[in-house]
């Protein structure tokens, strides 16, 4: 892909972030006064309000997709601003292995943990 | 004919913060960068961080070792961080689409500047950003 479509790729990705990250954000962290999807007593992120989320698909699912933009936006934010440096071709190289390493490395463990989250709380289990 | 080289216009580490005209835009894209970066270096940590609840532990709650003011904190500065950066990148967004920049008009001097013209959404998204940042802290309180 070429670099003018990965910008626009970073900037829709932007987008989807506003309002995926600007939920899990709501959710989290103005629990206090939004309450959203957090029935029990306590925080928004007690152990009991997070298995109630991980109980639902559609949190699941918008973790998922949450992760993947999240890295992408912002391991591609990265290397833009490493490139501005104006490095060797070699050095940009190295430097889009290991943030595809580490991007690529991070979803898949975030992805098997919001499966396997998802179905640990389906099956009852306590915190 | 010259052949022309990459680097020989390049400004290095300068780059990053010096250069280029100063004005409200510039203070906005270097906040934008460092918060952009901060809030990078959180998602990396999150993910390890949260993935580990597969396995039982809860890091963040009841006697956990990120349950603690100091934590409360900064997971507070972090929230702060993002209100700034969705409610800017928003408008970077929206002036790369065109949006409230004004019409384009004859280089006839004494010349205009578009900067005048986007200045309200600037002032509007920041407007938008400390709404956030101030609910945020209110619901730390209250929570
Ligand atoms: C909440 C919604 C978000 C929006 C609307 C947004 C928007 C943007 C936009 C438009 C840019 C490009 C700036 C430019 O080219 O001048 C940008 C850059 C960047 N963003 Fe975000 N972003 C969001 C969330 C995030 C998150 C969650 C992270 C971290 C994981 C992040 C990290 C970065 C980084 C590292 C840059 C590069 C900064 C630079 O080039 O100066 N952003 N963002």
Redesign the pocket.
Known sequence: MNRTRLWIL??AA??V??LV??MHMAIMHLGGVSHLFAPYAGTADSIQNSLFRDRMPFFTVSYVLLLGV??F??LY??R??LFELTLKRAAERAITVVLLVVGLGLFALGTWAAVAAHGMALAGVKG | MTVLDRRSNRLGVWGWLGGGRWGMERYA?IL??IT??A??LY?LLHIVVTSFRVEGIYLWTGNGFLHSPVFEMGEYLVFAA?AY??CN??R??LV?LGVAVGKPTEPVFPYKTSLNVQRPLLIGMMFLALILVAMGAYAELIG
Do not use: N, P, Q
Request: proline share 0%; no cysteine; net charge neutral.
């Open positions: 970073h900037m932007g987008v972030l506003f990250l600007g999240a890295l936006h912002g934010g990265f833009t601003i | 894209y934008h960068r952009g970066l809030i990078l998602l993002f950066h969705a990148g928003l970077l967004v790369e």
